[in-house]
């Protein structure tokens, strides 16, 4: 059995990476054309077992060529993809001699089939093909996940600043390492750093490196992460934990294009793309002093959205299948789900993400002896999970419902007096202030970097609340 040979021509770059990150991930060799004399001169060096092409390209109509291909080719497959979806778009694709019409947008699994139909025609393909390593380190085919490949896509040839927001465990070095293996620097470094596991007085000395002698301990100098990321990219991830004034000088070095070594005064240029991620709220930060608003505009210049897993539910399946087969080329036991196992995924409410996902598919082909995955062991791994993860917040919920309950009887028939939001809040808040305070013995700036607040925003909630800490307390 053999790999398909397939020629994509669309001019919507985003179309051409979620079609090709698709067919390859069928095991496919995916070769693409934005236009028609691009189609033409590929044709030339390039011999596909299946041809897509869109309708309408800059130069000319798709469709022209298909004749002239066919009577060359007869036997070759063609799909048609075009956004004129009129019933005369799709007669005249079946005029032409085109195998199957597709209107956009399209279902990839629709299109993938096309493809295994018209391949099956010739007589190529006739049972699935396994995944091979050239795709994208991104899995998912929801629409949620295609708009972050489109952004890629409109994105990725360039050398803009990307900041990439989404929760924990949603998957932003992946998108990060998408950008730049997808782009003309992927020969080059990806040199990742995350600055929430930094100790902040060594986070200069990080990126930008020391002379020797610089600090206590810099018995040599030391390349800090933009020049060993030199003509590459530089990630920076949960860039909402870098302090302040690492934030200063990062700004410079953005703005200047150079950067100085730590105890040093030569100055070296920069050049690197820059990739930030955070799963912060940089708004609420820049709002409460504790981050620059100048640098967020410097590093936000395409923000990409990655969405959490519970809003991509059409890809639990796909991507449990995929951690199993992973799981399979690192030495555990090769397992898959069935329908049953899938739905139980479908159910659960992915706190964690896709990195909960992955966890609980390796710890599953570790433990279950059966080589299909029954659900009622997804379901007691997920159940065991979710009483360990929020005894805690569950037992403050309780707490405070059932404070409220009693609240509410000492009222008998009437309801309490207007201004409830406030005095509970103030109730949860105070004691939250004051054992902050104490576990900091009173240092308030500790306390305020402690509450994620800025300082002054605290000093006005202890005033409000009457409470008036000492040093040491």
């Not at 997808?182 to 986070?203: D, H, Q, T, Y």
Request: net charge neutral; glycine share 6%.
């Amino acid at each position: 059995m053999t790999r398909a040979k397939i020629l994509l021509v669309d001019d919507d770059a985003a179309i051409r990476l979620v079609v090709t990150e698709a067919l390859r991930r069928e095991g496919h060799e995916v070769r693409t054309a934005a236009t028609v004399t691009e189609q033409v001169s590929m044709l030339e060096i390039f011999v596909p077992d299946i041809l897509i092409t869109d309708v309408m390209l800059p130069d000319g109509n798709g469709l022209d060529l298909v004749p002239s291909i066919l009577k060359k080719r007869p036997d070759l497959p063609v799909i048609v993809l075009s956004a004129q979806n009129t019933l005369t778009t799709a007669v005249r694709a079946t005029e032409q001699g085109a195998f199957e019409y597709l209107p956009k947008p399209f279902d990839l699994d629709e299109l993938c089939r096309a493809v295994r139909d018209g391949l099956a025609r010739t007589g190529q393909v006739s049972e699935a093909i396994p995944p091979i390593e050239q795709d994208l380190p991104l899995i998912g085919r929801s629409a949620a996940m295609q708009d972050v490949y489109r952004m890629i896509a409109r994105v990725v040839a360039t050398d803009l600043a990307v900041l990439i927001l989404g929760e924990s465990g949603t998957g932003k070095e992946l998108v990060a390492r998408a950008l730049h293996d997808l782009g003309p620097r992927k020969a080059k470094p990806f040199v990742a750093v995350n600055m929430a596991a930094i100790p902040r007085e060594l986070i200069e000395a990080e990126l930008f490196g020391h002379e020797r002698g610089a600090f206590t301990g810099a018995l040599v100098r030391s390349a800090g992460r933009f020049e060993q990321a030199a003509g590459g990219t530089l990630f920076l991830d949960e860039i909402g934990d870098m302090p302040m004034e690492a934030q200063t000088r990062l700004l410079r070095v953005l703005q200047s294009g150079e950067f100085t070594l730590v105890g040093g005064t030569r100055t070296t240029s920069v050049n690197v793309r820059i990739i930030a991620a955070t799963h912060k709220n940089l708004a609420e930060l820049i709002a409460n002093g504790q981050f620059r608003e100048d640098l967020y505009y410097r590093i936000n210049v395409v923000p990409v959205n990655l969405p959490p897993l519970r809003q991509r539910r059409d890809d639990i399946g796909l991507l449990a299948q995929h951690f199993l087969d992973k799981a399979a080329t690192e030495g555990l036991p090769r397992k898959r789900l069935n329908a049953a196992g899938t739905a139980s995924l479908l159910d659960y409410h992915w706190p964690g993400n896709v990195r909960e996902l992955e966890n609980l598919m390796r710890r599953l082909a570790a433990i279950c002896r059966d080589p299909v995955i029954p659900a009622d062991a997804i379901i007691a791994q997920l159940a065991g999970t979710a009483s360990s993860t929020s005894e805690q917040t569950k037992t403050l919920a309780d707490a405070i419902e059932a404070y409220l309950t009693r609240y509410f009887v000492e009222f008998g028939s009437e309801l309490p007096p207007p201004g409830l939001y406030d005095r509970i809040l103030s109730e949860v808040e105070k004691p939250l202030l004051a054992v902050t305070l104490h576990a900091v013995r009173g240092n308030q700036l500790r306390a305020a970097d402690l509450l994620g607040i800025n300082r002054n925003t605290l000093r006005k909630k202890l005033a409000d609340l009457g409470m008036t800490p000492k040093r040491g307390s």
